[in-house]
Structure formats: structure tokens, C-alpha cells
């Protein structure tokens, strides 16, 4: 009776073990599907396999990425080993040794410092493998006079295996983390590279543009430039050889001398502009101040434009009333001047009839803002940003109808900026244009 009762109480305690040992392993596994982090996991399976088990110690070793040797080494009190892992090698079979019954060479010195903490009792080491990967291995120090049983060491292989499938699946997930950072990075990169090649062809689509742009306009220069100065010079060869003709009248030659005039001064304003256009765009202009008196200014300009002023036909110009009324102040005259003949006459040479207006008014920091006010044909909203470049005229065609080499404009803009001022416009097709110019000066107030 007492053996039978002894090999019922041996039988439950063998269920009971085999129950805790089942019981630590779901949990740990339930533990494995919740948990991303390696060492969290490796902590917890240490932790619960001693404390729901009952063993007296267990180690959980991983190995380096060689797989040569430990590289870390856990255990339910992390502080409880003094010893640095890489003073072990790894090795990949299951081994069960008990005391006195040992040694296994490729343990080398962690299984001595095994046997020497824990000399009487089993231990149990267990490889941690998924197919061709080895991650390290778990060990298991069994209480004393604690045998293991060969049910319990399966479960404790299993547990090793899920182990093992755990970590080769988080290293596959970092893998895969990995490569997909790089894909996105490559990506990325392939983005940024076609974005620097779109624009880089954006870049060489304007340059051939204005590479196109520039043919055009060197055509467009030679052939206003070619016309305006033929066209003063047969004035003034014409001319000169009817007068030289002793058949012309004494009255006509005034007229005849008149033209001749008028055709050399063309022919010097188209040299004046070419040579002005120059200085501006190779920084060789000066600044010469001088006291400036606004009518005198204002007269200066009627007496540089009085011929086209006096053929206008159909238009009034008139000065505006309060520009009499502003001070003296201190500016390069020949600049401003140069300005407002640029303007002035080209209101004249495109108002037909009507009236042009010209003013200046007293801005707020010192700076007084002039205008050219006209009632001519205006300016087309898609030439508003080509107007103050050079050879540039809002009708560039071969049959237009006002000459010119374009570049007074570009010439009234330099000189503005120069000057530190601002220059813009304001215009409708057929109605007229005004032009205005700021510039800051320094005014004389009356005392």
C-alpha cells in the first residue's frame, strides 16, 4: 500500500512539474506574439521559466553575429553574473550533463564556470536553432537531486525551437525594415534626381529659348539698326546732292538744310544710345550732381524734343500744373534728363493725337516720382515684361510701322537703377501709356 501510494505521489508530481512546465511555456510563447523587442523577450522567457518552473538557475545565451561566440548573456538577475560573455564559445548540439559526468570540449570555459557554481546539480543545455540559423542556446540548472524528466527536456526543446522561430522572425522583420528604408531611400533619391533633371531641362528649355530668343533679336538688331542708319544717311546724301544741283531754288535750300539737320541728329541719337546702352551694361557710368531747378529741367527737355514737339500735329503737351511748385533738389541732371527724353519722345513718336502730359510729384523718404502721361496706341499686356530690354519694342515685325532701335527704353530703365529708383508703367491698347519714375534726391527747402 505504501508503494502504491509512493508511485501515485511520484505520478502527480511528475503531472504537476509537466503542468508548470507546459504552463511557463504558453506563457512565454503568448509573451513571444506580443512582444517586437529581442532582449525583452529572452528577459521574460528567464524570468518565468525559473519563477513558474521552479529551476534553480537558467541562462539564455546569444550568440555574436559569427556565431562563434556568446555575445550576451541572459538570466533572471541580470546582475548576478560577473563574467564577460565573449569568453565563451557557442556550440549548436544538446547536451545533458550531470556532476562528475562532464566534459564536453567545445563547451570550453562556460560550461566549467557551469559546473563549478553548480557542481551537484543536472544541467540542461539546448541549442537555439531554426533551420540553418543558429541564435545561441538556453540552459536550464535543475534543483538539487532534481532530475529531469524526458518529457519535460521535449517541451523545454520546443520551447528552444520557438524561441529560435521568434528571433529568425525578427530578424527577418529588421531585414525587411531595412530594405524597405532603403527602397524608400533609393526612391527618394530617384525622385530628387528626376526632379534635378526636370529641372535641368527646364534650364536648358530657357536657354534654348532665349538662345532662340537672342538669334532672333541680333536679326531684329541689324535690321532696325541697319534701318536707322541708312535712313539718315540717304537723308543727308540725298540732300546735300540736291543742294549741290544749282537748279534748286534758294528758298528750298533752307527747307533741304533743315532735313539735313534733323537727319544728323537721328543718326547721333541712334550712336548716343548705342554707346549709352554700353556704359550701363559694362558698369562704366558716373554720377555727376549737380542743383536741379524742375522747370528749368522740364524746359531743357521741351528744347531737346521742340522739332517733334512742333510736328506732333493733334497734340497738346502741356506740363503739369504743380510740378512749378516743387523745390530745388540736388540729382545727376544729364541722367534724369537723358530719362524723360526717352520718354518724352517716345510718347510723341506713338500719339498720333491727343495730349501728353508730363509731371513730377513729391514722394514721401525724399524722392520725387515722375510721369509721362500719353494718348497713343499703349502697350500690349504680353510685351509688358520684354519693353525695357534691349532691341526690344512692342512691335518687333519686319513691317512696323515706327522706327527706332529699341533700346531707349532699356536705356531710361538703366539709368533709373542707377540713380536708385524704380521704373514701371501703366497701359491699354489704344487708349495710351503712363510711365513713371521714381528717384530718391536731395531736396533744398526753402527757407
Known amino acids: ?156 526543446e520546443s520551447l528552444a525551437r520557438d524561441i529560435a522561430y521568434t528571433l529568425f522572425n525578427l530578424e527577418v522583420r529588421r531585414d525587411h525594415a531595412k530594405i524597405r528604408k532603403e527602397i524608400t531611400a533609393y526612391y527618394k533619391q530617384i525622385e530628387l534626381q528626376n526632379k534635378q533633371l526636370s529641372e535641368r531641362n527646364h534650364q536648358l528649355s530657357v536657354a534654348c529659348k532665349k538662345a532662340g530668343e537672342s538669334d532672333t533679336l541680333k536679326s531684329s538688331f541689324l535690321r532696325m539698326i541697319s534701318h536707322e542708319l541708312r535712313t539718315p544717311l540717304n537723308g543727308i546724301l540725298g540732300f546735300t546732292q540736291l543742294i549741290k544741283s544749282a537748279k534748286i531754288p534758294a528758298e528750298k535750300v533752307i527747307d533741304y538744310v533743315e532735313v539735313i539737320h534733323q537727319s544728323g541728329i537721328q543718326l547721333l541719337q541712334v550712336i548716343n544710345n548705342l554707346l549709352e546702352i554700353s556704359k550701363i551694361e559694362s558698369g562704366q557710368l558716373t554720377y555727376h550732381e549737380s542743383l536741379i531747378n524742375i522747370n528749368h529741367l522740364f524746359d531743357q527737355v521741351i528744347d531737346s524734343n521742340q522739332y517733334y514737339i512742333e510736328n506732333s500735329g493733334k497734340v497738346d503737351f502741356i506740363i503739369h500744373a504743380t510740378s512749378n511748385q516743387l523745390p530745388e533738389f540736388f540729382s545727376d541732371r544729364e541722367k534724369l534728363k537723358a530719362i524723360l527724353n526717352v520718354l518724352v519722345s517716345n510718347a510723341l513718336k506713338f500719339t498720333s493725337e491727343g495730349v501728353i502730359e508730363v509731371g513730377c510729384l513729391r514722394r514721401r523718404n525724399n524722392k520725387l516720382q515722375f510721369y509721362v502721361k500719353d494718348t497713343g496706341i499703349g502697350i500690349e499686356k504680353d510685351k509688358a515684361e520684354v519693353i525695357f530690354q534691349n532691341f526690344r519694342q512692342s512691335d518687333e515685325s519686319v513691317s512696323r510701322k515706327y522706327g527706332g532701335t529699341g533700346l531707349g527704353l532699356s536705356i531710361a530703365a538703366g539709368l533709373v537703377d542707377f540713380l536708385n529708383g524704380e521704373i514701371w508703367f501703366e497701359s491699354e491698347v489704344n487708349l495710351g501709356s503712363i510711365f513713371y519714375f521714381t528717384i530718391p534726391v536731395t531736396i533744398v527747402e526753402s527757407d
Open 1 to 156: 500500500m505504501n508503494d502504491s501510494n509512493a508511485v501515485d505521489k511520484k505520478l502527480n508530481d511528475d503531472l504537476f512539474q509537466l503542468h508548470r512546465v507546459f504552463s511557463a511555456i504558453r506563457e512565454i510563447s503568448s509573451q513571444m506574439i506580443r512582444e517586437e523587442n529581442e532582449e525583452k523577450i529572452i528577459q521574460q522567457a528567464c524570468n518565468i521559466l525559473k519563477k513558474k518552473i521552479g529551476y534553480d538557475q537558467v541562462y539564455i545565451a546569444l550568440a555574436n553575429q559569427n556565431q562563434t561566440q556568446i555575445g550576451q548573456i541572459f538570466s533572471p538577475e541580470q546582475n548576478e553574473l560577473s563574467i564577460k560573455p565573449n569568453s565563451f564559445y557557442c556550440y549548436n548540439e544538446i547536451v545533458q550533463v550531470q556532476s562528475r559526468q562532464l566534459f564536453h570540449p567545445r563547451l570550453n570555459c562556460f560550461d566549467c564556470y557551469l559546473k563549478d557554481q553548480f557542481a551537484n546539480q543536472e544541467r540542461l543545455i539546448i541549442p537555439l536553432k531554426f533551420q540553418n540559423n543558429f541564435y545561441g542556446m538556453v540552459c536550464i540548472i535543475s534543483p538539487e537531486h532534481y532530475k529531469l524528466y524526458v518529457k519535460e527536456q521535449e517541451l523545454l
